[in-house]
C-alpha cells in the first residue's frame, strides 16, 4: 500500500510560468514532509519541508503548501527556470523520534525555455 | 567536507556474485539509510541504523546484509546477486538534533547484475 503517492509522473511548464507540484499522502501518523530534487546521475538533494503544524512555508522561489484535512501537499516553483527541470521526490516522516522517510514515485518537472 | 560519498559508482556482476557496497559521511550523523531506485518506483528503504552498533530493516530487505562498520560508515552487501538488485542504490544519512528529519544523500551506486 503506497502510503505517498505522486499521481502525476511528469509535468512540463513554460520558463517564467508557475509549476504545481502534487502529493497526496494516507498515514495519519505522518507530521513532517519533504520534498526533494533530484538531477539525472546525482543523489536527491533537499529542497524545502514543512511541519504538520504549519499550513505554508517559504523558500525564496519555492512554497509548500499542507492540507492536513486532505492529506494533500503541494510544491509552488515561481518563476519556474530551465535549471528547475529534475525529478521532485515528496517524503513523508511519522511522528515517534524515527527519522524514517516515505518517498513517493516522483514528478518529472520539464521547464521550457 | 566531502557529505556523504559512496563506492564504487558503477559496477556490473554476474548473477551469483557477491559484492558490498561502501557509503561514508564526515557530518557526524547517527542515522545512517540505504535506498533503492527503480524507474517508476520512487527510493525504497532497504536497511537502516539510527546509531552505531545497531540496524533495522526497511521496506525491501531481502537479499541484502548491512553492517555499520563505525560511527561513520555503513555498508551494504550483495550476498548473491541477481537481476532483481539491478537499481541505483542510494546511501544517506541524518542527525535529529542538527538536520531535523532532512536527510542528505550520496551520489548513488549504480548497480547492473546480469
Known amino acids: 500500500d503506497q502510503q505517498v503517492k505522486q499521481n502525476s509522473p511528469s509535468l512540463s511548464v513554460q520558463e517564467g510560468r508557475i509549476s504545481i507540484l502534487n502529493c497526496d499522502y494516507t498515514?495519519?501518523?505522518?507530521?513532517?514532509f519533504l520534498w526533494y530534487k533530484k538531477y539525472p546521475a546525482e543523489g536527491p538533494t533537499f529542497l524545502i519541508s514543512?511541519?504538520?503544524?504549519?499550513d505554508k512555508n517559504e523558500d525564496g522561489r519555492f512554497t509548500v503548501f499542507l492540507n492536513k484535512s486532505a492529506k494533500h501537499l503541494s510544491l509552488h516553483i515561481v518563476p519556474s527556470q530551465p535549471g528547475d527541470s529534475a525529478v521532485y521526490f515528496c517524503a513523508a516522516s511519522e511522528e515517534g523520534g524515527s527519522e524514517k522517510l516515505v518517498f513517493g514515485k516522483g514528478t518529472k518537472l520539464t521547464v521550457n525555455p | 567536507n566531502a557529505g556523504v560519498t559512496q563506492t564504487p559508482k558503477f559496477q556490473v556482476l554476474k548473477t551469483g556474485q557477491s559484492m558490498t557496497l561502501q557509503c561514508a559521511q564526515d557530518?557526524?550523523?547517527?542515522?545512517m539509510y540505504w535506498y533503492r531506485q527503480d524507474p517508476g518506483m520512487g527510493l525504497r528503504l532497504i536497511y537502516y541504523s539510527a546509531s552505531e552498533g545497531t540496524t533495522d530493516k526497511g521496506e525491501v530487505p531481502n537479499g541484502y546484509n548491512v553492517s555499520r562498520l563505525n560511527k561513520r560508515e555503513f555498508s551494504l552487501r550483495l550476498e548473491s546477486a541477481a537481476p532483481s538488485q539491478t537499481s541505483v542504490y542510494f546511501c544517506?544519512?541524518?542527525?535529529?538534533?542538527?538536520?531535523?528529519?532532512?536527510?542528505?544523500f550520496g551520489p548513488g551506486t549504480r548497480l547492473l547484475v546480469l
Open positions: 514543512i511541519s504538520s503544524i504549519k
Open positions: 498515514n495519519s501518523m505522518f507530521d513532517y
Open positions: 557530518m557526524n550523523h547517527n542515522s
Open positions: 544517506a544519512s541524518s542527525e535529529a538534533w542538527q538536520t531535523g528529519r532532512t536527510q542528505y
